[in-house]
């Protein structure tokens, strides 16, 4: 291929008859590819389409959800470039972390607002330093790489690498009550999500927000302070972290060192997978939303389906890369 | 219009702001040096050489991934599969050499998926990357009913292929004089070779290289099937080593490849990886394990110190990097 045509080709690249058709078709990938999947299990298994199923695959995206809202924040205004962008790898860190201050301060006697608190408040604390690094000029990736280790350390510290049984009488609360056949976890995910996302669109944060991850360059000299939103992801992303952990403390009545460890792909996985939800492929609320939904989904079905459990994560990587592919107009060639 | 300034430091602060990985590594070398009577040991060097030399391996791999402007999460992947395919073949009962040789060949498979996935399914490096890794965890607890690890016995084994993973040579033992030649490799790729300078210029600037005329594609294919074998003799060493293959065992140096490659950025001006820089990283984390093994310092607290040193070093470059942008706007 000669230069001329190199040229030619990037020109004329949006023109292109056979993309306009799939660009028009893209937006809706992502919903119907959810849909066509719920119709398939629902064929698959009688279990699958009852109430107390539904409700359950809300309950387990829950934990995965939270934490991800908070990511997805980091990531849309911090810029969704994997390696420059911005990114919390500290937050499974931090989810354990939260559980285990937790349930090391009940254990030890002290009252349930004070432990919560305090759990949070290290946790807040590991958020506000990531966002002073990344401020600073530390690139997210590392800043939150290193946050990470830290604060598993202290995981370590704080739970002596034991598990810590709770007996209380709100977290047993937290783990069985229901409200009109849904799990607390679900409201309390469903309320996070709405908060922030009218904060997000309800006010001017979101559309700024964007502005930041875009081009920040652009963002501060049109006026936005771009150091306090970047700060304040961080801060919001290990706020959603700590209730994530307080979360999966309460669903397993116990603090196991390092609990977060595992979900920190599916929480990555589900914020970058929210672009598929999105008419111009950016991260976003809600499509974060649905996509933890739609990772509980294919783990619930999975099990149903009488799947052995290695099997799983197999065949999420590769239905995940199938629907990444499908919509993946955006070209490495930008 | 402000006027371009130069920024008011001597020489040696601007070098020593530069060279802060460099610098941190010799602090590091020179603390324990002095709380640690046997740190400074020939013995215990050598001992350093050997722990580093699978992170060695794939820092390097991960370094000519990121300086193609992508990322590679299925670095375990490629490891486990090399650590696999060779303890599986001695397991059977086949040779050492070929062993050896279809383990760092089976890299290349999960390389061509990476490659297929990033090239023409044009999937983004880091999803793409993190499909396989799932897909590469699940085929490794299918393989193993779950993940149960397979040990050879030591009657069974090959005395050729356990010297691969324990032999000495020279005073340094096989695996590290084979990280040195891979690094070594790397190094020529990155640094002397045409294929690096046109992955480099991908990495920077994809559009320009595109319209520029560098065979974009093949270019990139070429990166994951080389990073991906040279992870996967890592995990044939690793195999070699433990006479043994444990499923998983791959994913705990993806995390420190990361950091080590992005702590070797700081010797760059434009925040380039580069083969040196990696080298450097990959030593200050295994120096740090080393010596903080010697002191009887709790793992509880090592995570703390590692954690700490990266932000320490990354916070102190970005002073430099601050004044270089800076004359960069003005």
Known sequence: MSIKNRVALMTKSSQNKESIKLVRLAPYFGTLMFGGILILFSFTSPYFLTFGNLSNILLQSSIVGVASLGMVYVIIVGGDDVIQGGIDLSCAAFIGLTATVTAFFLSRGHSLVISVTLGILITVFGGICNGIGVVYGIRPLLMTLGMGAVVTSADLIFSNNRQILIENKFFEWLRDATYYGLGIAVYIYLFTFLILFSLFHGTSIGIRAYAVGGNSTAALISGIKTKKYIFNSYVVSAVCASISGILILARLSSSTPRAGDIILLDVILASFMSVIFSRRFMPNLAGVFVSAIFIATLSNAFTLLNFPSYWTSGIKGVIILVIVATRSKRSWVK | ?330
């Open chain 2, 1 to 330: 219009m402000m006027k371009a300034s130069f920024p008011k430091r001597s020489v040696i602060h601007e070098a020593s702001l530069r060279f802060i990985s460099v610098i941190g590594l010799f602090a590091i070398l020179l603390f324990f040096s002095f709380s640690s009577e046997v740190f400074f040991t020939g013995n215990n060097l050598s001992v350093i050489a050997t722990n580093c030399s699978l992170l060695l391996i794939v820092t390097s791999a991960m370094t000519l991934v990121i300086r193609s402007g992508g990322i590679d999460l299925s670095v375990g992947t490629a490891f486990d599969l090399g650590a696999l395919v060779a303890i599986s073949i001695i397991h059977n009962g086949g040779n050492t050499q070929n062993a050896i040789i279809l383990g760092i060949l089976s890299g290349v498979v999960i390389g061509l998926l990476n490659g297929f996935l990033i090239v023409y399914l044009k999937i983004s490096p880091f999803l793409a990357t993190l499909g396989t890794l799932y897909i590469g965890v699940s085929v490794q607890r299918i393989l193993t009913h779950g993940g149960d690890p397979i040990y050879l016995k030591p009657s069974d084994t090959p005395s050729l292929f356990v010297s691969f993973g324990r032999g000495q040579f020279l005073g340094l033992s096989i695996p590290a004089w084979i990280s040195l030649l891979l690094f070594a490799l790397v190094f020529v790729i990155l640094e002397r070779l045409t294929f690096g300078r046109e992955v480099t210029a991908f990495g920077m600037q994809p559009m320009a290289a595109f319209v520029g005329g560098i065979s974009v594609k093949a270019n990139l294919f070429r990166i994951y099937v080389l990073s991906s074998v040279i992870c996967a003799t890592a995990g044939v060493l690793l195999g070699a080593r433990l006479t043994a293959y444990v499923p998983l065992s791959g994913d705990y140096y993806l995390l420190d490849a990361i950091g080590a490659v992005f702590i070797g950025t700081t010797l760059s001006n434009t925040g380039r990886p580069s083969p040196m820089g990696s080298l450097i990283g990959a030593l200050i984390f295994t120096v740090l394990a080393n010596g903080m093994n010697l002191l009887g310092i709790s793992f509880y607290y090592q995570g703390l110190t590692r954690g700490l040193i990266i932000i320490v070093i990354l916070g102190l470059s970005v002073r430099r990097n601050r004044s270089m942008s800076k004359l960069l706007v003005k």
